[in-house]
């Protein structure tokens, strides 16, 4: 899981399998936004999903939102190279419009050569 | 799709020096926002505008000034930079959807 006093976590899987990231955040949020960083850039938006919905879907990637337990998981079907990353989640407040976002220290995933 | 440079996008610099980094976003969004980025911390959110001459402190602030003088241009300013601020920058910015769009990054090491 991303929150609390977790380091980055890490991830290393064989290419073609599929692989599920967790995150746990700690306060009410609208919704929650998953990142992809790769190396030497700027993290860029994958999926969104809100605090009314339970799944997302896009492409190979599944996200899914319990607002109980306050976590979301974001999940990738058939694992590609190109898939290798850190990824991040993050958090919305958005009653004072602004939209400040509240990101995991995120999950470092790769393949097994 | 938005387009956010920032430059320049490697800055050495020693301690108590002056450190100006900027960022430009081309597609006319409200909302700038200034992170740094540490191993173990992930983004934490340093200074963010929603217009020209508007400036909200984030989580980290302290060090650090901004100032937003166009919808377009955003600047961050070290006055007196320390090596606690070695870090890694983005500058991002938010249209009407909750998405933000990220710069490519400033690596700024202070000696």
């Known amino acids: 899981s991303q929150w609390g006093e977790e380091n980055l976590q890490a991830l290393s899987i064989q290419e073609g399998e599929d692989v599920t990231m967790n995150c746990s955040y700690k306060t009410y949020t609208t919704v929650v936004q998953w990142y992809r960083q790769k190396s030497g850039k700027g993290p860029a938006q994958l999926i969104l999903i809100r605090s009314n919905e339970r799944e997302k879907r896009s492409g190979r990637l599944r996200a899914t939102l319990d607002t109980s337990s306050q976590s979301s998981s974001l999940s990738i079907t058939g694992t590609l190279a190109t898939d290798t990353a850190v990824y991040f989640c993050a958090t919305a407040l958005t009653s004072t419009g602004s939209n400040r976002l509240t990101f995991g220290k995120g999950t470092k995933f790769s393949l097994i050569p | 799709e938005a387009a956010v440079t920032q430059s320049p996008r490697n800055k050495v610099t020693v301690t108590g020096g002056n450190v100006t980094l900027s960022c430009r976003q081309t597609n006319s969004h409200n909302y700038m926002y200034w992170y740094r980025q540490d191993t173990g911390h992930g983004l934490r959110l340093i200074h963010y505008s929603y217009g020209a001459g508007n400036l909200q402190i984030g989580d980290v602030p302290d060090g650090y000034k901004a100032t937003r003088t166009t919808q377009e241009d955003f600047f961050l300013l070290l006055e007196l930079a320390s090596p606690s601020q070695t870090s890694l920058y983005f500058c991002?910015?938010?249209?009407?959807?909750?998405?933000?769009?990220f710069g490519p990054g400033t690596r700024l090491t202070v000696l």
């Open positions: 991002a910015s938010r249209g009407d959807s909750y998405e933000q769009y």
